[in-house]
């Protein structure tokens, strides 16, 4: 895959080949990242980050990672807030801020509309999730952080077993999540939902396709030997109704209590985020924040590496990022007190 100058739209616009180029790029981020030093490699370049839909950890990280690169953020959220509430196509809002910003990032209701979007775009189009269908920056920060802790345990990729539990019809990170590890070796997927909510047909097909074990059940039961559990969130906002929706909250929790059940001793945790808290749904209870294995805010430190990696790689910086260093006034203060 070429990075410079081109959209991130699609996991399938990657290999291996190309993974490995963004986690590498990732790994030299990290000083940046814990603003132990900074680049102004990215001086001058503009963000356009435009979220069309909710989001905390997407949007921040996408705009911390640009400020981290020196580059500034301009951005919309909201659908109202947008000239597309009055009718203006995503055509013309691309030419439009193509005109003011370096890349942009984008999130947006539907599917396949950051694509859409990308067709008017004169420059690179990162997409930060388009409804039901991929979000290919966070399953990259997944698949690093599952790296980064199957590392930690003596472990690869290549031989992974992970459940993946609750909405995976609707639950576009696991999507995009699959498609990544189904060019991995020999990798086991258990897929635990009701199954109104299963994994679409698409996406088994080319899991097992590539050679891959899956398991679909709508039961947790039993012991599961998985080195991830890969839980999510019921996908309220993408059900024709809030009833029908309401069918399915709280139907896969866990809990400390659930996880020593069912899981072995070292199954990292993971979770896209957000996790629901209210009490009627709570899919992933608050017993397991001090539970070593939760890996969620791992998850979310890992997303600004790897869009910082994104962009240094579709602004072609990627190789220049250390020869703008600059010592950092905050840090020293932040050591000495
Ligand atoms: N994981 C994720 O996409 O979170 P946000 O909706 O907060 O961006």
Known sequence: MEFKGNHVLSVNQFNRDSIQKVFDVANQMAPYALRQKRTTVLDG????????EPSTRTRVSFGTAFNLLGGEVRETTGMDNSALAKGESLYDTARVLSGYSDVI???????????????????PVINGGDGPNEHPTQALLDLYTIEKERQYHGGTIDGLHIAMIGDLKFGRTVHSLSKLLSLFNNVKFTLISPSELAMPDDILARLENAG?????????????DADICYQTRIQEERFPSQDEANKYRGKF???QTIYTKHFQ??????????RDSRADANELDNDLNMNPNLAIFRQTDNGVLVRMALFALTLGVDNIVSKFD????????????
Request: proline share 5%.
């Open 45 to 52: 370049a503009i963000l356009g980050n435009l979220f069309f």
């Open 212 to 224: 891959h074990e899956v398991k679909v059940t709508d039961q947790l039961e039993g012991s599961v």
């Open 253 to 255: 929790r866990l809990n």
């Open 326 to 337: 600059r010592a950092v006034n905050w840090y020293s203060n932040k050591s000495q007190s």
């Open 105 to 123: 990032a984008m999130r947006h209701p539907q599917a396949g509309s950051v694509s859409e979007f990308a067709e008017g775009s004169r420059i």
């Open 265 to 274: 001793s070292k199954t990292v945790i993971m979770h896209p985020l957000p």
